[in-house]
C-alpha cells in the first residue's frame, strides 16, 4: 500500500516563494498520475495541479497558472510544488495526490475522486 507523505509548509510573506515535496512510503512499483490540493478553512477542497505519468504534461487551476509549478522525479514518483508570488489567497492545508490510472487529460484530473492515495497534508500560511 502505497502512503504520501508531504513536507515543506510554512509562514510567508505576501510574494515570497515555498517548496512543497510529496514523497512515496512503501512501495512504489509503477508510475502514477500526481496532483496537489488544498484546503482552506470552512472551503471545499479544491484542485490546485496535477501532472501525467511521464510528465510531460501538466494541468493547473486558473488561479495559479503562471506562479505554480507541479514537477517529479520520475525514478521515484516524487511530486514536487513550486509556490511563486504567494497570496494571502494561497492560505491553505496542501494536500498531494496519486493514481495508478494511466489517462490523463480529463476532468478525472481535476477532482478529488480521481485519486486512490493521499498525504496527510501541510500547511501553508501567506501573511499580508
Known amino acids: 500500500q502505497v502512503q504520501l507523505v508531504e513536507s515543506g509548509g510554512g509562514l510567508v510573506q505576501a510574494g515570497g516563494s515555498l517548496r512543497l515535496s510529496c514523497a512515496p512510503s512503501?512501495?512504489?512499483?509503477?508510475?502514477?498520475?500526481m496532483a496537489w490540493f488544498r484546503q482552506a478553512p470552512g472551503k471545499e477542497r479544491e484542485f490546485v495541479t496535477a501532472i501525467n505519468r511521464s510528465g510531460d504534461s501538466t494541468v493547473s487551476a486558473e488561479s495559479v497558472k503562471g506562479r505554480f509549478t507541479i514537477s517529479r522525479d520520475n525514478a521515484k514518483n516524487t511530486a514536487y510544488l513550486q509556490m511563486n508570488s504567494l497570496k494571502p489567497e494561497d492560505t491553505a492545508v496542501y494536500y498531494c495526490?496519486?493514481?495508478?490510472?494511466?489517462?490523463?487529460?480529463?476532468?478525472?484530473?481535476?477532482?478529488?475522486?480521481?485519486?486512490?492515495?493521499w498525504g496527510q497534508g501541510t500547511q501553508v500560511t501567506v501573511s499580508s
Open positions: 512503501g512501495r512504489t512499483s509503477s508510475s502514477y498520475v
Open positions: 495526490a496519486a493514481d495508478r490510472r494511466a489517462g490523463f487529460g480529463t476532468t478525472l484530473d481535476l477532482v478529488p475522486e480521481g485519486y486512490a492515495y
